[in-house]
T-cell receptor
Framework: GQQLNQSPQSMFIQEGEDVSMNCTSS?????WLWYKQDPGEGPVLLIA?????ELTSNGRLTAQFGITRKDSFLNISASIPSDVGIYFC???????????????FGQGTILTVHP | EAQVTQNPRYLITVTGKKLTVTCSQN?????MSWYRQDPGLGLRQIYY???????DKGDVPEGYKVSRKEKRNFPLILESPSPNQTSLYFC?????????FGPGTRLLVL
């Protein structure tokens, strides 16, 4: 089956620094999603990418759908303490005219921000 | 408010005692799924349902059952729980590929 490799596994940064994380896949996806999970909560969708090459921003977050459709990255600029959490990438592959497909998750990046 | 709800949020049980975790969504989504989350393994899909009475296995279906008798509900059933099913479980519903997650159910099987 499809596998996603997400890196880095963890990051320890100072408040104000920029953050970059990425996911690579062994096969193509139709959609890339980035989620954030706070302790004790379910993952919350941050950004959805639907087209190869697409670059999308959501406040201080920017994500891109790789041209090869096998990778994606997420950048966080000027980090703040509330950015702490686990960030997951997820790839969605669907075929045959349906948009429901199978979602595959990366292992997650644990982000710690020191004030 | 659009949401996915799960109950219970926390559960401690013993090996072999059947249990059900309920999931309900109020967004009229056709697609629903169950995941388990374990340290270092991310989220792995257990079962999914593309509509009422349509369910299929995900990546780790062994030891689980589901049913989808109505669109809003998608319960997860553990007929005979074992300690390796101790995990954090999430229900999700989706529209157009983007999934919305419930708050999670933390299960401990002794």
């Amino acid at each position: 089956g499809q596998q996603l490799n997400q890196s880095p596994q963890s990051m320890f940064i100072q408040e104000g620094e920029d953050v970059s994380m990425n996911c690579t896949s062994s096969s193509i996806f139709n959609t890339w999603l980035w989620y954030k999970q706070d302790p004790g909560e379910g993952p919350v969708l941050l950004i959805a990418l639907y087209k190869a090459g697409e670059l999308t921003s959501n406040g201080r977050l920017t994500a891109q759908f790789g041209i090869t459709r096998k990778d994606s990255f997420l950048n966080i600029s000027a980090s703040i303490p509330s950015d702490v959490g686990i960030y997951f990438c997820a790839g969605l592959f669907y075929a045959g005219g349906t948009s429901y497909g199978k979602l595959t998750f990366g292992q997650g990046t644990i982000l710690t921000v020191h004030p | 408010e659009a949401q996915v709800t799960q109950n219970p949020r926390y559960l401690i049980t013993v090996t072999g005692k059947k249990l059900t975790v309920t999931c309900s969504q109020n967004m009229n989504h056709e697609y629903m799924s169950w995941y388990r989350q374990d340290p270092g393994l991310g989220l792995r899909q257990i079962y999914y349902s593309m509509n009422v009475e349509v369910t299929d296995k995900g990546d780790v279906p062994e030891g689980y059952k589901v049913s989808r008798k109505e669109k809003r509900n998608f319960p997860l059933i553990l007929e005979s729980p074992s300690p390796n099913q101790t995990s954090l479980y999430f229900c999700a519903s989706s529209y157009a590929g983007t999934q919305y997650f419930g708050p999670g159910t933390r299960l401990l099987v002794l």
